[in-house]
């Protein structure tokens, strides 16, 4: 199965997104190192290019662009990143990304669309599980009726929508729904790709923190269906 992306959810007039744009497509380039962008091009598998910038000077460089700018609405929030997404450099991908994780409370679950058309641009795991953990998770962890579409991502041939439904309660603790849990990780345990086999093993071990007795008997439970990278992740602080 796979999930419906919007065709291209409208990227909605927003004085402050002009404004932000505008700083940023100034600021940023200006920082860059041809040399470094290189470096982080092949570290990255060449997902995007990148203007070599790294993640320090990158943040205090976003801090600039920031100054003084008004707190955003959903719509503002939704121009931002889907402009900054529309960009091919990947550092202003990653500046989308931290200002949906500064202000996923100021959206609502109508924001869902364009956080699934952000997961699948593009898509690699140095933005997909921020948006898992930071931005979808903050938006059902708001609307839990939003689970129900979690159960349709899990079922998803597109591994990061898949990935993302895994990883989407990583921060829940003792909130985390664990039947949802678990029955994702058993759904996705005969996948034989790297990324979920690793997102099942590390949705559990962040869950470990919270609740060690329920995925050690999940793991020896379910051994003989868990990849053995899997159950590695999971049990690799218990």
Same mark, same amino acid.
């Given at each position: 199965?796979?999930?419906?992306?919007p065709?291209?959810?409208?990227?909605?007039?927003?004085?402050?997104?002009?404004?932000?744009?505008?700083?940023?497509?100034?600021?940023?380039?200006?920082?860059?190192?041809?040399?470094?962008?290189?470096?982080?091009?092949?570290?990255?598998?060449?997902?995007?290019?990148?203007?070599?910038?790294?993640?320090?000077?990158?943040?205090?460089?976003?801090?600039?662009?920031?100054?003084?700018?008004?707190?955003?609405?959903?719509?503002?929030?939704?121009?931002?990143?889907?402009?900054?997404?529309?960009?091919?450099?990947?550092?202003? /991908?990653?500046?989308a990304?931290?200002?949906l994780?500064?202000?996923?409370?100021?959206?609502?679950?109508g924001?869902?669309?364009?956080?699934?058309?952000?997961?699948?641009?593009?898509? *690699? *795991?140095?933005?997909?599980? /921020?948006?898992?953990? /930071?931005?979808?998770?903050?938006?059902?962890?708001?609307?839990?009726?939003?689970?129900?579409?979690?159960?349709?991502w899990?079922?998803?041939?597109?591994l990061?929508?898949?990935? +993302?439904?895994?990883? /989407?309660?990583? +921060?829940?603790?003792?909130?985390?729904? +664990?039947?949802?849990?678990?029955?994702?990780?058993?759904?996705?345990?005969?996948? +034989?790709?790297?990324?979920?086999?690793?997102?099942?093993?590390?949705?559990?071990?962040?869950?470990?923190?919270?609740?060690?007795?329920?995925?050690?008997?999940?793991?020896?439970?379910?051994?003989?269906?868990?990849?053995?990278?899997?159950?590695?992740?999971?049990?690799?602080?218990?």
């Amino acid at each position: 199965m796979t999930t419906a992306v919007p065709a291209g959810p409208a990227v909605p007039d927003s004085a402050l997104a002009d404004s932000v744009l505008a700083r940023l497509t100034e600021v940023y380039p200006a920082a860059g190192d041809p040399f470094r962008a290189q470096e982080m091009v092949a570290y990255m598998k060449g997902v995007a290019p990148f203007l070599g910038i790294r993640t320090p000077e990158r943040r205090a460089l976003s801090r600039t662009v920031l100054d003084g700018t008004p707190r955003p609405d959903e719509a503002d929030c939704a121009a931002v990143a889907l402009r900054c997404f529309a960009l091919p450099e990947r550092e202003y /991908h990653y500046f989308a990304v931290d200002y949906l994780r500064r202000h996923v409370k100021r959206c609502s679950s109508g924001f869902l669309p364009v956080a699934l058309r952000l997961v699948t641009t593009e898509s *690699w *795991w140095d933005t997909v599980d /921020h948006l898992a953990a /930071h931005v979808v998770g903050g938006l059902v962890a708001a609307d839990p009726a939003l689970a129900a579409r979690m159960d349709e991502w899990i079922e998803d041939d597109d591994l990061w929508v898949a990935r +993302t439904a895994l990883l /989407h309660q990583l +921060t829940f603790k003792g909130g985390t729904d +664990t039947e949802r849990l678990f029955a994702y990780c058993l759904r996705r345990a005969g996948d +034989t790709d790297f990324f979920l086999r690793k997102a099942i093993g590390w949705s559990l071990r962040e869950y470990a923190k919270t609740g060690p007795d329920e995925v050690r008997a999940f793991v020896e439970e379910n051994r003989d269906r868990l990849a053995p990278l899997s159950v590695r992740e999971a049990l690799k602080h218990l």
